[in-house]
């Protein structure tokens, strides 16, 4: 079936560490993945994309990683501040009907990080 | 405008009372998503557009629940006969083309009393 998982819902850090969020996902068929930053009251927030023709992109500050064989991703956040206190979601894009022209964002349940001053 | 706009940002409604929810998508984007969101979890897939057409709306939970996109534009989300159930907040999201980068409204709370 078609989920995406998260193994950590808390992560809390101190100012200034690097900060690794994982994700998991279940399905080969996904090919794209995306990590979105969501405060309270506000919609999710673009911070990354990755294709699965990749393994490693880098953002400023952040970097994704994409590890097919295992269905796994992580969000990389260096030198965390405490703006960057939030809760995290990876999302994949999943082809859905036949020809797999169409896509379908699923979400995970979230990691809420906490960055302690 | 610049980004993904959504009204009203709150809405109260009455148990089995009707309500619209609209989005302004960024313009040009063809892909427009409707997601769900309850407190603790993350937004639950609702439908999708490609241009007019819903590509998929296998996320809606029951008939009350439709949704238009008539112009490929502007989309509104309508509930019938709204039940506690349906309190949540629901998030707007669009696309440049399908399998793109999606930048999401801030949502409009909707609270059933």
């Known amino acids: 079936g078609e989920s995406v998982g998260l193994h950590l819902p808390t992560l809390s850090v101190q100012e200034g560490d690097n900060s690794i969020i994982n994700c998991a996902y279940s399905?080969?068929?996904?090919?794209?993945f995306i990590w979105y930053k969501q405060e309270s009251g506000k919609g999710p927030q673009f911070i990354i994309d990755i294709r699965s023709n990749m393994d490693k992109r880098q953002g400023q500050r952040v970097t994704v990683l994409l590890n097919k064989t295992v269905k796994h991703l992580s969000l990389q956040i260096a030198a965390t501040q405490p703006g960057d206190s939030a809760v995290y979601f990876c999302a994949e894009n999943l082809p859905i009907g036949s020809g797999g022209s169409n896509y379908k964002l699923t979400f995970g349940k979230g990691t809420l990080l906490t960055v302690n001053p | 405008g610049a980004g993904v706009s959504q009204t009203p940002s709150n809405k109260v409604t009455e148990k089995g009372k009707y309500v619209e929810l609209r989005c302004d998508p960024i313009?040009?984007?063809?892909?427009l998503y409707w997601y769900r969101q309850s407190l603790g979890q993350g937004p639950e897939f609702l439908i999708y557009?490609?241009?007019?057409?819903?590509?998929?709306d296998s996320g809606l939970p029951n008939d009350r629940f439709f949704a238009v996109r008539p112009e490929g534009s502007v989309s509104t989300l309508k509930i019938q006969r709204t039940e506690r159930g349906d309190s949540a907040v629901y998030l707007c999201?669009?696309?440049?083309?399908?399998?793109?980068?999606?930048?999401f409204g801030q949502g409009t709370r909707l609270t059933v009393v």
């Open positions: 313009s040009g984007h063809t892909a």
């Open positions: 999201a669009s696309s440049l083309r399908r399998n793109t980068e999606a930048f």
């Open positions: 399905n080969s068929a996904s090919d794209y």
């Open positions: 557009f490609q241009g007019t057409g819903a590509a998929d």
